[in-house]
């Protein structure tokens, strides 16, 4: 920690500042500058109270952490990329991961007849909503557990593994049971108890990025992951909240590089949510592989007029299949396969 | 729904778009004005599916709801102003209630001391946190049902009644045994399956704004309260994340004549973590009471320099005692009491 | 500055940092904490050349600036508050000053309507637009000179001074010569040319918030003013642009207290812009009032139905002489006059 | 216009405002739904006065524009991709343009050296600031046009076009002798009167996106540069302020498919002040290129530890060949040259 003191404060009043970064556990190390005297703490962020504190103190003017606070997620810890194993699939290798899939599971016809078109078109994992996180009561919350056996059997007719949401603690065990991946939603992503009972599951967990969350706080939050003893997180960007009204996010790409410098997980990009238009969604999956993407996310539908949630941002079953036709040079270039 | 159409779009393309509006169980209506043809489409927004889908076809422009989403939190739907009991004390009416405590509560002689000088100084609810989100898995994170049981005793030592932070769907019953008002932080605004949970408790809940919610969302969050058959339902204002870097959140004084013309809900303000620095918080107090709060929430600490958790923003007993004096002309002023 | 390294980087790659300090005429102090090297850099950061460069060398983590930038506006630099002579009025000092008036001039007789009634409800300065920014080129720019012209023939009628918008270089005489406080509005706030036009006028400036401003870069903006040679600044909050949809800006009166502490020079409040509508427009001032505004600047309009910009966010003139009344009682709380 | 009244207005309340819209020059036409009745105004907005002043009236919920309000940068307007000419150079043909150089001209040697190892490495156009806009009054502000003629003579010496920053109206026909293009900056995108001055001067104008602006304002502020009869206008996105700490600005790529979708002017990415740290702008311009653009401004700079502003965002003369090697299969992939 760095304290920076106001300038001409008196002998004493900096005597105090001392004695209580000593009392707080931490060594102080005077620095006089030309217009302020600024103080190093010395000791373990991590480990020691915060010494934020004395920010409020009126002989101090600002106090600036110097560590990371997140330690397991960071690459400092991990220096080498960590690979996620689904089944057979791995996600972080060097082949790009298709993850696509209805918003939400509506009824059978409507799911295996997107299992199998995004199957054939070379999707290996099955996205689809059973619980949904609504804005309002009054939209449609998902088929739920229904919803889940749904998934379960279009694994089992399509060979796709399947990722969904879980969006309470109380279903943990519940999705885990259906699902390969269990995902938690933007709207969740500092919603720690649900994080702590999806890495207790011991299944690898999808982390969406919060809608005005800052990287630190994205970072921290997927910490709650690995320190529940669960190595398998991956990072996902699917749009942050920005003045603009074009689209409903503003889908933050700059995250691929960031993320992969930090962390050694995997990076995964859901345009559709960031689009939030089905029409700009294939310009946003090039950037993404060109950027470094370990896998994309993408919605799809046999009928996006028709979908029960946010259909203006989906994919119909022809769409995703040209743009998996079109994405190969992108991945060529970008060295995957 | 407004649905706008592109310019120069043929008669059958338009007939397409009326097709599925009907489908979809709305009566269109059709306006055509100098550039752009309009559709009305007549129906009750909320029982029927959202057109919002209309908006990725390719002969569409954009739809825009006409209706309010939320229905039970508005004012259209209660005219006069929701009061809400606790024990003797009543949220809504003249009287000016005052909230006051330590951000955590951290042992028995910290609580004690603080509950007894808030009660005297004219507060007639402690507020203290049991369990406490925190966005690094390394912070403090409170001490639980401990906490919880200290809590009673200043209830039962002071008189004043307890709000406290529900975190978790498990611990809905185990804390509403403990407090009189349910507080959701603000990291779980949307985090519908706590907020249902807490209304089911049946105890009075205070919602804090999201870090980046805007006001429909929040009303629409609120609507999860009363829907769940909780009519007492409170909105509290914390800061919103903006780009400011000189206070931690900005707190938004205009969401009190905001909300109580959209809705019939009480409204309280809580400064501390707005203004995130002790000094700031005695001006956000004078402005909330003149804009008409029915509540202040205040974060109070005998020594703020050695809080637990973010002790920057916590007034000292002294701070507070003197704060309760000087807001007397403003209460006066304001009409209450 | 201080300087973060990264973790075990070797002795070499620190010399080289520290090499690079001195160059720049700092002199490097060094610090090893636990985890990390930290290096405080002695030395004026306003008059050397920044050392943020060092960010981007691979052996640095951070980079910090411990020295505020700004030194004029600065309450170190002035610790009295400075009040500001305009004609016979004071603003800073213990009368709480009124500027009222239309968004824009349109005619003689709104104006002259408009100037004479917020004269009698008690308002000092008459405030209204001659050359107006518009966001799109197809929208009323203002009467020009002939808006100008109007503005002095209200003052000879009224004897209230003048407040206009200042947004051409090429105009600074021509507006200064009109009028007696220069706006600079919150889309030119960076626009530093103009600002230093302005100030070479030597007028009073009337400096609003941009839309998405720290208060850091407006009290850099307000230095243009005062380095050059015009100590007559006043800063101005009209509402910063946040996620909310249901005001067009929101307006943070947080910036009053924040302002007063940072800085000597007069705050203003003007509502009408971060309401955005007339009827919460009443609410603001209450609060602009308790914590502590030098002065107000409201829009004000004889019609506001038929206003030519802007319309739904003036006042009616009852509506203004009614609002007069109504501050009384916060005016007094508040310790003003 | 779509005007939305509130429920259970009287019939007298809404005669009143169908009379107040006839008034100004629309065709009223109601609609009668579920909950609200709706009024459809028609007529063309551009040339009517607005109706948005019905907003504040009692018995009107909410006003809705319907019409986009620009019109010259629109593709509904111009239904083929604008091309802009420079000297030989064609931007938004199929040729991927490449501006290059360093943030500040500093002197001769910097310069001279820059512009020889990016032409060499494949640019065409040469970037330097001889005018900088900096937040401080005590930062370097540029050699000004000493500046011009060092970059009059790089042009001279290379072959390269120029392409620098206008930032006062005051300089525009200086500028505009010794540049190609006029850049104007993210600070003074909506200072409309350097607009009109810029797209007077007939050289080609490049208009960075401003900090906080939404794209709907962009296009807007470009409308004044198209209706100035100047048609060369193309759109840079340089990032936009976000609540991320860990770049600068955020590089927004959406804009890409955005800008061709609703403009026929070309796009350009600078993913230098977006990125913020050098370590970033190769994977940014990777997405760029995938996502569209049509030409890259890069900062590129000798040694850039000791650049005298901005240092941290400028590759080296190598980072820059290297990248431009990097950037073919992408460029190819992407079916540019």
Known sequence: MIIVLKPN??????NE???EIKKLGYKP?????????????????????????????AQVESVMPVQKKYKLVSREAHKSTSIIKVGKQIIGGKKLQIMA????????????????????AGATILRGGAFKPRTSPYEFQGLGEKGLKLLAKARRETGLYVITELLSEAHAELVAEYSDILQIGARNAQNFQ????????GKPVLLKRGLSMRIEEWLLAGEYVLSNNNPNLMFCERGIR???????????????PIIKKESHCPMVIDPSLGAGRA???????????AMGADALLIEVHPNPAEAWSDGAQQLSLEGFAKLMEELKPFIAAAGRE
Chains 1, 2, 3, 4 share one sequence.
């Open 242 to 256: 920005t003045f603009e009204t074009y689209t409903r996010n503003t889908l933050d790409l700059s995250t691929i």
């Open 9 to 14: 404060i008196s002998k004493k009043d900096e």
């Open 17 to 19: 500042v001392l004695k």
């Open 29 to 57: 190390h005077v620095m006089r500058g030309v217009e302020r005297t600024v103080v190093g703490a010395i000791g373990d962020e991590r480990t020691h109270t915060s010494l934020e504190v004395l920010g409020s103190w």
């Open 194 to 201: 649900l994080l702590i009972a999806a890495a207790k599951t």
């Open 101 to 120: 899939g209805p918003c939400s599971v509506e009824d059978e016809v409507q799911l295996m007849k997107t299992a199998h078109a995004v199957a054939k």
């Open 279 to 289: 029409d700009l969604v294939v310009a946003m999956c090039y950037g993404a592989v």
